[in-house]
């Protein structure tokens, strides 16, 4: 027997890409009467949530929009579980693009074959950018030095890596909700709850979606920043699990900072000596971005080191002011789901039943 399946979309002032995606998601090779969408809007200021109950009220899968008050990705995504129907939940941003019609088939397929509780699924950046500044983000961030999301391309099980985004209801009532004292983050401290747990977690590229970049170099430091803090906030809840990688970003703003003070309070040839590792750096953004324009072209190799610099330092500063000026919200310790039957389950049961 299929699943039932809840899409759970957590978004903000997606007007222009949300359409798109919902009709993706509507053109799914999948029963209608055997998933929902909810798009859980955390205070659009573009009429985001208008638009989907103007636009969707009266499709044959079930369309709901759901308020999101505190307007966190996590907030977001734990409003959607509460309301949701499903056997399970799959999450998706509101900015992104799914090439498969058959991603919920696959979805219902491998979690039946495979027993697995979590499934994870590569998340490149190639939805389609707007601006050329965009397509250079997304192919710097795609690159090594460029710090890319999880993009495994193996099919098979794995530690529920920040690409874990379809989950079993039952992971949620085993490990709790997400901690909405993340902004960003948010899923990764959740998938590493879920391998703490012992939930298996396969990926399959069969799974993949396409994310949008930001479009500006303004949005990306916006975007860096936040991961940067969220990524502080999670070495601190879970500090066994810090890596080098994890911290290199700060690295590197520690070092231009120790640099502006060693050129202002040094001799030079003192200074020079202090500051010389900091020229791998450049160097290493040199090489990459030679890399991105034998590929790509002059277009993006020019712009590419503009994004590395705003990739690291972005980040290095989250870090950076996260330790130095912490949120004050402590980790919660997270409610499993309670099972109450709600209108919405009642419906939910109704359609596995026909």
Not at 12 to 40: C, H, S, T
Not at 150 to 169: H, M, N, Q, R, W
Not at 245 to 271: E, K, T, Y
């Amino acid at each position: 027997m299929l699943p039932y399946l809840s899409v759970i979309l957590s978004v903000r002032n997606e007007r222009k890409m949300l359409p798109g995606l919902i009709d993706q998601l509507l053109e799914q090779n999948y029963p209608p009467e055997l998933y929902e969408i909810l798009v859980v809007d955390g205070g659009s200021t573009d009429g985001t949530a208008d638009l989907v109950r103007r636009r969707y009220s009266d499709r044959r899968v079930r369309v709901r929009v759901l308020d999101n008050p505190k307007r966190s990705v996590s907030a977001g995504r734990n409003a959607g579980i509460r309301a949701a129907s499903g056997d399970a939940m799959v999450f998706l941003s509101g900015h992104c693009t799914i090439p498969s019609k058959n991603l919920l088939a696959d979805t219902a397929e491998i979690l039946e074959t495979t027993g697995a509780g979590c499934l994870c699924r590569p998340q490149p950046l190639l939805a389609p950018a707007d601006t050329r500044m965009g397509e250079a983000i997304a192919r710097a961030r795609s690159s090594r030095l460029g710090r890319a999301p999880c993009t495994e391309e193996i099919a098979g099980f794995v530690d529920p890596p920040c690409s874990g985004g379809t989950y079993l209801k039952s992971v949620f009532e085993e490990v709790g909700l997400f901690d909405e004292s993340f902004d960003a983050c948010a899923g990764v401290e959740f998938n590493e709850r879920v391998r703490q747990a012992g939930i298996r977690a396969y990926n399959d590229p069969r799974l993949t979606v396409c994310e949008q970049p930001p479009q500006k170099l303004r949005g990306l430091l916006r975007e860096m920043f936040r991961y940067g803090r969220g990524a502080s906030h999670f070495m601190r809840k879970h500090p066994d699990c810090a890596t080098v990688a994890d911290i290199a970003p700060l690295g590197v703003v520690l070092a231009v900072l120790l640099g502006l003070f060693a050129w202002s309070q040094l001799p030079p040839m003192a200074a020079a000596i202090v500051t010389l590792p900091l020229a791998l750096f450049p160097g290493a953004i040199l090489i990459a971005s030679m890399q991105i324009g034998a590929s790509h072209g002059f277009r993006s190799a020019w712009r590419a080191p503009g994004v590395f610099a705003t990739v690291y330092f972005g980040q290095g500063i989250g870090l950076l002011y996260e330790y130095a000026f912490p949120t004050g919200l402590r980790p919660r310790k997270t409610a499993p789901v309670v099972t109450v039957t709600q209108p919405g389950e009642a419906m939910g049961e109704a359609h596995r039943a026909a």
